[in-house]
């Protein structure tokens, strides 16, 4: 692995996820949360396109791949998994890999759900999956492009994590 000084300073990821409306009467899964009378999304898992975004942009922030490497169609054991789970499990192997996570922010793109009465509610779902503190804002694109159509619902994400202080050293003799 690349080791420097830089090591010791704070990383930036990203992640960006789509998901479109199902065409059956799924639930709709988002941001962690359960949204009643809501058209449902499509996807290998539930669809939870902001808790994927967050999940990605963790892997990113570690440089320890993304989303399809991890929970990947490959893996039929994440199929059906809940964005808390996947974002869960994400932020698990990101501090297995070494690394304390700062924050996550995600922006959610799409007309529906109306996302501000439930942000707080959101926020604490995936700051409890992430064990990190998880900001979710919300967006709309003035109708246009496949969220405006209101074909489905977009996220995009960033996260910092920073090297653990407290990692195993690598075996050896001892200092
Ligand atoms: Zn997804």
């Given at each position: 692995?690349?080791?420097?000084?830089?090591?010791?300073?704070?990383?930036?990821?990203?992640?960006?996820?789509?998901?479109?409306?199902?065409?059956?009467?799924?639930?709709?899964?988002?941001?962690?949360?359960?949204?009643?009378?809501?058209?449902?999304?499509?996807?290998?898992?539930?669809?939870?396109?902001?808790?994927?975004?967050?999940?990605?942009?963790?892997?990113?922030?570690?440089?320890?791949?993304?989303?399809?490497?991890?929970f990947?169609?490959?893996?039929?054991?994440?199929?059906?998994?809940?964005?808390?789970?996947?974002?869960?499990?994400?932020?698990?192997?990101?501090?297995?890999?070494?690394?304390?996570?700062?924050?996550?922010?995600?922006?959610?793109?799409?007309?529906?759900?109306?996302?501000s009465?439930?942000?707080?509610?959101?926020?604490?779902?995936?700051?409890?999956?992430?064990?990190?503190?998880?900001?979710?804002?919300a967006?709309?694109?003035?109708?246009?492009?496949?969220?405006?159509?209101?074909?489905?619902?977009?996220?995009?994400?960033?996260?910092?994590?920073v090297?653990?202080?407290?990692?195993?050293?690598?075996?050896?003799?001892?200092?």
């Amino acid at each position: 692995m690349y080791l420097s000084e830089h090591d010791r300073l704070p990383r930036t990821g990203i992640g960006v996820d789509v998901h479109a409306f199902a065409s059956d009467d799924a639930p709709l899964w988002l941001a962690g949360l359960l949204w009643e009378g809501e058209r449902g999304l499509s996807g290998h898992s539930d669809g939870d396109a902001v808790a994927h975004a967050a999940a990605d942009a963790l892997f990113s922030a570690a440089g320890v791949g993304d989303l399809g490497t991890h929970f990947g169609t490959d893996r039929p054991e994440y199929a059906g998994a809940s964005g808390h789970a996947l974002l869960s499990a994400a932020a698990g192997i990101v501090r297995e890999a070494g690394f304390d996570i700062g924050n996550i922010a995600v922006q959610l793109i799409g007309n529906r759900p109306k996302f501000s009465p439930r942000r707080a509610e959101a926020e604490a779902a995936l700051s409890d999956a992430a064990q990190a503190p998880v900001s979710i804002s919300a967006t709309t694109t003035d109708g246009l492009g496949l969220t405006g159509r209101g074909e489905g619902i977009a996220a995009i994400a960033t996260a910092v994590v920073v090297r653990s202080a407290h990692r195993p050293t690598p075996a050896g003799p001892a200092a």
